[in-house]
């Protein structure tokens, strides 16, 4: 096979490049290494920005988003049992917030690429990435039915995940890697249970942070502060109600949980993780390859869109015009951005946690939130980074 790009992993990252270079009259494969039906209900993010869906509905590829998802503008911080929202669409322009579950996102973008004519190879085992420093390097791949196949092309896009076999072929002591770990662990739990609120919670309590976030009508994800060494094991389903209730009521007694069908229970350790520069040779790193962010400001998924827009119009240029600067510059124009939204993350997880080891900080934390309920000039900036600048 030849083609003009591989693109290894078909994540957000992964199929919102595929879409562009396609409609751009560039050829590409797609490798994933798990079957379409994986790929399309993996529940992870559910937040998008609105410059990621401006940019899906620039290329057509927003239409059931548009028509399904709902618009968030507000969000709402608890602290000591007391409330107070900060309407950050209204502080910023108007924009708001898409509440669109990733794998919806996934789904559309696969439908799109097979109906523009696109190549994707599902359930596809030992991608390995050879020649990367050549003018044409090569993929090669087991397929489905065990047979071996090799792709020569003129690019890589390594779309493959925070486990990314793609940045794993660059030789060792190449990359820069910037790694941060919080101390901090998030009880991540999916359940089936329609929102007990209108507005994303975040709330700081002192056993610890609990957030309530927005899926759909019937689904809802929330998270609870742990250690990062807890077991889910520890945490029935009864104990997580339990806890939730506790720690995001307010002190009126007003507020009441709606529960449901716990669907998923997971330990995520808040970490942040970034390679520089984001390009080897002829292989580019996009997405949660490049940079691991956390979830706390919802900037995952857009970040790996951003990636892909920024690559998709290096190439574009590339094959029009023979012009190399996109392609040069790709990794220092996506890594502002990443460093923006890592900023802003690390600044909003000291916002909402408490750690009992140091009180410090946990006035720190109060202190902050106290600053952003009173000061239109904080909330404003806080918008602008929350709704995506
Ligand atoms: P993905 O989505 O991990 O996709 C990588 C794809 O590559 C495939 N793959 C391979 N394919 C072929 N060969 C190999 N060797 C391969 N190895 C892996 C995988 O099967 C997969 O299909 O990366 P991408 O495209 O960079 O997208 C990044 C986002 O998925 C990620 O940043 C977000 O999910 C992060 N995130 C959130 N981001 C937001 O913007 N808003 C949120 O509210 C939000 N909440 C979350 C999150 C991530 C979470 N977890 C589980 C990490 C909540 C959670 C719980």
Redesign the pocket.
Known sequence: VKSAVAV????????TLANLTLQSGIPCVV????SRR??ET?P?????EHRSVELLERHGLADRLLAQADRHGTCEFRVNGQAFQVDYADLYGGRTHYVYP?QEVVTDLIAAFIEGGGDIRFS?DD?TLHDLTSESPRVA?TSADGVRDEISCDFVAG???????SRRSIPSGYLQELVHHHGIGWL?ILAEAPPSTKAIIYSLHPDGFAGH?LRSSTVS?YYLQVDPSESVDNWPDDRVWMELQKRLSLADGSWRLTTGKITEK?I?DMRSHVVEPMSYGRLYL????AH??T?VG???????MNDAAVLSSALTEYYKAGDETGLKTYSDDCLRRVWRAQEFSQWMVGMIHTSLDTPFQARLAQARLEHLASSKAYAASFAENYVGP
């Open positions: 290894v992993g078909a994540g957000p990252a992964g199929l490798l994933e290494r798990s994986e790929v993996r992870r993010a559910g937040v998008l990733q596809v991608v791949w779309c493959d995940g925070f486990h990314s076999v991540s976030m994800r997971r995520l996009l997405g949660d390859a691991i962010i979830p919802a900037k995952g998924m857009n970040l790996a």
